[in-house]
């Protein structure tokens, strides 16, 4: 009896462990749809830094063998990587859906095609 209580307790840890990891990886993001990646780089103000012939173009076309998560990580915190970078802090600007789009567009080669 207590044995089934037991494995009862268990079962139900157990149950709930794997809602937690399923309720963890369904919240993962997903780059936002709906979004103009161009648009948002030039109303952002990457364009001053990024765009082709800007200071740091070679920059961001280095970057593109990075994952979309990482992409997006930096571009929210960029301080996080390298501490006094020239690059301002986007987090409070781009939530992390919008981070994915962007670093999606930019794995895609986007900060070098001609701009609008
Ligand atoms: C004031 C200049 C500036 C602006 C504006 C700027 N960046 Fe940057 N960015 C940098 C610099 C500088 C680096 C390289 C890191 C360093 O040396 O500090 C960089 C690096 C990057 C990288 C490469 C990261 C890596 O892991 O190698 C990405 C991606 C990036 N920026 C995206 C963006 C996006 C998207 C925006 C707009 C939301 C933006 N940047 C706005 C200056 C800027």
Not at 36 to 53: K, Q
Not at 81 to 101: I, K, Q, R
Not at 109 to 115: I, L, Q, W
Request: proline share 8%.
């Amino acid at each position: 009896m207590r044995r089934r209580i037991l494995s009862a307790v268990y079962g139900t840890l157990l149950a709930g462990s794997a809602l937690w990891s399923g309720g963890v990886s369904v919240a993962q993001a997903e780059p936002k749809k709906d979004v103009d990646p161009a648009a948002l780089f030039a109303r952002l103000g990457c364009t001053l830094c990024h765009a082709p012939g800007a200071r740091y173009h070679d920059r961001i076309t280095k970057a593109v063998g990075k994952t979309e998560q990482e992409l997006a990580r930096w571009i929210r915190n960029p301080e996080q990587f390298v501490p006094g970078t020239a690059m301002p802090t986007y987090a409070s600007l781009v939530d992390e859906p919008t981070a994915l789009a962007l670093a999606k567009w930019i794995k895609a080669g986007g900060p070098s095609a001609p701009s609008k």
